[in-house]
C-alpha cells in the first residue's frame, strides 16, 4: 500500500458512500491492518478479519496504541469468517463479539495474488452493497469481477504503480450494486 492508493480510498468512498459514518465494513484479509486503521475513521465501526497471528498481533498493538475503539479482530480466514457472518457456524474466537450489532453496508477485500476465485465466497462478497477490491493481479481480479459483475457494476478503478520497473500494478476497484 502507499500513500496515493490511501489517499485514493480516504476521498473515494466518501463520495461513493455518503453515510459511511452510519455504516460498518467488514474487511477480509486485513493483513496487519493498513486499510484497517484509516478506513476506521471513515466508517462507524469495522469488522476485520485474518488468518496470520502475527498479522493480527501487529494491528491489535497498533489499535491500543492509537487508542482505536471503532475496529473488532477476528482470526479467520475468509472461508470461516463467511461461515461466521452467515451464522452458519459459531467460533469460539468470536465469544465476545456481536455480530448482530454490525451493520454492514461494505466489504473490502485485499486476497491474495491468486485472488478471491471461490464462486461461492464471490457469491457472499456479492451481498454488500459496496464492494473494495484491492488486487495485485490484474488477471485474478478480472477473473473474479466476472461473477461480480453479475450484481454489481464498477464505480470507480484504479492503477497504481507501487513496484516501479516491474510487471507488478495494484489496483483499487470500488464496486456498487
Known amino acids: 500500500m502507499n500513500a496515493k492508493m490511501l489517499y485514493f480510498l480516504l476521498t473515494t ?35 476485520a478479519t485474518e488468518v496470520v497471528k502475527d498479522s493480527i498481533h501487529t494491528l491489535q498493538e497498533t489499535i491500543q496504541s492509537h487508542n482505536i475503539t471503532n475496529i473488532t479482530l477476528a482470526r479467520l480466514n475468509a472461508q470461516e469468517s463467511i461461515a ?12 465476545d463479539v456481536d455480530l448482530d450489532s454490525f451493520d454492514f453496508g461494505a466489504i473490502l477485500i485485499d486476497p491474495p495474488r491468486s485472488g478471491v476465485g471461490d464462486e461461492a465466497m464471490l457469491e457472499f462478497i456479492a451481498r ?18 466476472r ?30 450494486r
Request: glycine letters at 2%.
Open 147 to 176: 461473477v461480480l459483475k453479475r450484481t454489481h457494476t464498477i464505480h470507480t478503478l484504479a492503477l497504481f504503480e507501487q513496484f516501479p520497473y516491474t510487471h507488478h500494478i495494484e489496483s483499487i476497484c470500488i464496486l456498487t
Open 128 to 145: 454488500f452493497r459496496v464492494i473494495v477490491y484491492i488486487s495485485c493481479a490484474p488477471q485474478t481480479l478480472c477473473d473474479d469481477l
Open 84 to 95: 461466521a457472518l452467515c451464522r452458519q457456524r459459531e467460533f469460539f474466537r468470536l465469544k
Open 13 to 47: 468512498l466518501p463520495q461513493v458512500m455518503p453515510n459511511s459514518m452510519q455504516t460498518d465494513l467488514v474487511e477480509l484479509y486485513c493483513g496487519s491492518g493498513n486499510f484497517t486503521i484509516p478506513l476506521s475513521q471513515i466508517f462507524r465501526r469495522v469488522f
